[in-house]
């Protein structure tokens, strides 16, 4: 995973939340509607392996494939097997059935909307960065045509959008991504029953059909053995992108400021001591351990991962995930 070159932080925050319409801490439509006029091109690589199909869009060329186009009288050399029995009993008529080849790849985002994705120390907060993500490679899919779906999940439950076409797509997704945002960590419940991340992989491979483009963003916090099986197996059928959002202080702590925080992990508040250099070091090393796992994990799982930071605009950043 490539290290970005991203400006100084020392840009006005302020500034950039006007530019993009938004507060930081959750979502709205004008923020999202505003990446149709910048989309975020899907990584270069993601059209590889096996699931590699010549073309990319529907043919209009009749043939035997896998997507019903119409019926018609059965003609002599048509195969027995598409013959359309009922509409041949009812007319008296022998009929098949035609259809046409299926090449077209499906965009389907899944958004994490988990509690440790709800955070953020500088610019926006995890959840809202990977709604921007979802927001401008949605409109990327608009533009190229593509049927948009996604899956949608939170602490409290999850939102499945089937592959639609045009910009209907697209604006359904986009309206869930602003509905489906969890309220501030200090709402959130220690006890509060919620699906695992494996439960939310295994809805994505129920909803995704094999081929698909299949984007997943995410800070990946609940990897498991299970969960790497599981987009082992998505990654057999579908080409599979994973962006891991991230924020500055989940990887070190400032070293400009004194006093004590108090940190959401997502079950728990903890208090977190700033001027002490040795909690300093020690909470960095034990980011850059985690940190290095979950990239590990996601190579286990043929993944090619993307990282981008929360704490500057996606569209600064987007040019070393195309890379």
Known sequence: MRQRQIPSAANSSELSLAVLRSNGAEPSMPELLRYRGRPLPLPIPIRQGSVMQSGHKVSRFRGRGMEFDEVRHYQPGDDIRAIDWRVTARTGKTHTKLFREETERPLFLCVDYGQSMVFGSQFLYKSVQAAHIAAG???YGVQRG????????????????KPQGRQHGALMLLKQLVAMHPPTPQHFSEHQPRDSFVTQLQRLHRLCRPGADVVIISDFSELSEESIDLLRGLKRHHAVTAILVEDPMELALPSDKRGHVRLYDGTKPHSVELANPHYAQAWQKRAEQWRAERIQQLHRASLQAHSISAAYPVADQWHEVRR
């Open 137 to 139: 490679i949605t409109w």
């Open 146 to 161: 593509d049927r948009v779906g996604g899956l949608i999940f939170n602490a409290g439950g999850h939102y499945e959008l």
